[in-house]
């Protein structure tokens, strides 16, 4: 932890240094640090001043909605499902998973029923009120689609690995003030602490609001028939949808198309070709022949829907956080999100799964870092030297 604070203490003073030396530029006298410099100038010329990669830093601060596409599945178990749903989740199961020290698990047990689920027309109702559970209903949607997944052949009630891939989940969220301002307004509580009493918190419209248009994107991009599960998560640290679908692309019917011919005068009597041909010469003339339109047909592809190399999936993500800014993100003060191929290595590897010891390193570190730039700032403002009591730190800036 001590090397992780002392890295992130490193990079701030190399940060206030920069902007120590973009100040005196804007000043008039080098004698003088702020005083003949106003605030928006200095901090413009910070701005153009500073790397690439520091501008990349200060733009990941913008409030941004996320979007997480979980790993493509065969299938899942009714665990997973009632994990969703909350389903046969008491006091106990919640001190159970907070109990587990390699995940980063905060749940609240007296925020349980401030959690909730839209239902097909848009409704809104308690998480876990259907009657029928999340993994029955990826069956039932599966059924209507005349899917059928591959056996394998030595465990014949198990689905074989090359099997195709028929659901997808999603995870909808946002910053974390910016939900949490939505769902809880001017209640002030701590969304970390699982022991914490939150037993009078009034869940506000505003998360309604953006769980409902988050809906509606769902359906508009992959169809409301497809979307067999949103349950919103208001117990844990931050607010969250978990969307669950099935990709599913429509396709013209295979085979001819046939014609047909309609009585003139009676257009329910309608002949099929062979039938029409059947008829007397004479009788044929009271028919009109109608081209009968190919039908179209849905089944489930992963593929067609997200993709089939990695190339047209890192496309389709991409568009997919345009799609949610468009559509829903701008409405909420959530700048456009960054798909996982969009992120520097460096970033990619701070979003791996990580325990509650690091996690909690990384947290302190950021408060540090937080108090240090916040000191260096006033410092620039009002003194000729940085002092930062609770680090016993004391920088003299020396006259240029």
């Known amino acids: 932890m001590s090397l992780l604070m002392h890295g992130l203490l490193k990079k701030s003073m190399n940060i206030i240094g920069t902007f120590r030396f973009t100040c005196l530029r804007c000043s008039l006298k080098k004698s003088f640090y702020y005083a003949q410099a106003p605030p928006e100038t200095c901090h413009q010329s910070y701005y153009n001043n500073v790397t690439n990669s520091n501008k990349i830093l200060m733009e990941r601060n913008i409030p941004r909605a996320?979007?997480?596409?979980?790993?493509?599945?065969?299938?899942?178990?009714s665990q997973v499902g009632n994990e969703a749903e909350r389903r046969g989740?008491?006091?106990?199961?919640?001190?159970?998973?907070?109990?587990?020290?390699?995940?980063?698990?905060?749940?609240?047990?007296?925020?349980?029923?401030?959690?909730?689920?839209?239902?097909?027309?848009?409704?809104?109702?308690?998480?876990?009120?259907?009657?029928?559970?999340?993994?029955?209903?990826?069956?039932?949607?599966?059924?209507?689609?005349?899917?059928?997944?591959?056996?394998?052949?030595?465990?014949?009630?198990?689905?074989?690995?090359?099997s195709p891939n028929c659901t997808v989940g999603i995870i909808f969220s946002g910053d974390h003030d910016v939900l949490n301002?939505?769902?809880?307004?001017?209640?002030?509580?701590?969304?970390?602490?699982?022991?914490?009493?939150?037993s009078k918190v009034v869940l506000q419209k505003g998360i309604y609001d953006w769980a409902l248009d988050t809906y509606r994107f769902a359906c508009e991009k992959w169809g409301e028939e497809n979307v067999i599960g949103f349950d919103v998560?208001?117990?844990?640290?931050?607010?969250?949808?978990?969307?669950?679908?099935?990709?599913?692309?429509?396709?013209?019917?295979?085979?001819?198309?046939?014609?047909?011919?309609?009585?003139?005068?009676?257009?329910?009597?309608?002949?099929?070709t062979k039938e029409w041909r059947a008829l007397p010469q004479e009788e044929r003339d009271n028919y009109t022949k109608s081209e009968a339109a190919k039908g179209v047909v849905e089944r489930v592809s992963y593929a067609k829907v997200w993709g089939e190399r990695a190339k047209d999936k890192s496309q389709y993500l991409s568009q997919l956080h345009t799609d949610y800014y468009n559509k829903v993100g701008h409405k909420y003060g959530l700048a456009r999100g960054f798909s996982y191929d969009e992120l520097s290595e460096e970033e990619k590897?701070?979003?791996?799964?990580?325990?509650?010891?690091?996690?909690?390193?990384?947290?302190?570190?950021?408060?540090?870092?937080?108090?240090?730039?916040?000191?260096a700032v006033l410092a620039l403002i009002d003194k000729k030297e940085l002092t930062i009591p609770f680090l016993n730190i004391k920088v003299q800036f020396k006259k240029r």
């Open 66 to 77: 996320a979007i997480h596409v979980g790993t493509d599945k065969k299938s899942f178990s």
């Open 89 to 162: 989740w008491d006091e106990k199961r919640y001190q159970l998973k907070n109990a587990d020290i390699d995940k980063n698990n905060h749940y609240n047990y007296s925020r349980k029923r401030l959690n909730f689920e839209i239902v097909k027309g848009g409704k809104i109702v308690p998480l876990g009120s259907q009657s029928v559970p999340l993994h029955e209903r990826l069956q039932h949607r599966l059924d209507e689609l005349g899917f059928k997944p591959y056996m394998d052949a030595k465990r014949p009630d198990q689905v074989s690995r090359n």
């Open 181 to 198: 301002r939505l769902a809880f307004g001017e209640q002030k509580l701590n969304t970390s602490d699982p022991n914490a009493d939150h």
């Open 233 to 272: 998560h208001c117990d844990e640290t931050s607010i969250h949808a978990h969307v669950q679908t099935v990709p599913v692309e429509q396709v013209r019917k295979r085979g001819r198309i046939g014609s047909k011919y309609i009585h003139k005068d009676n257009p329910e009597n309608v002949l099929t």
């Open 349 to 375: 590897r701070g979003r791996k799964h990580k325990n509650k010891v690091v996690l909690e390193a990384e947290r302190q570190a950021k408060v540090a870092l937080d108090k240090v730039e916040k000191y």
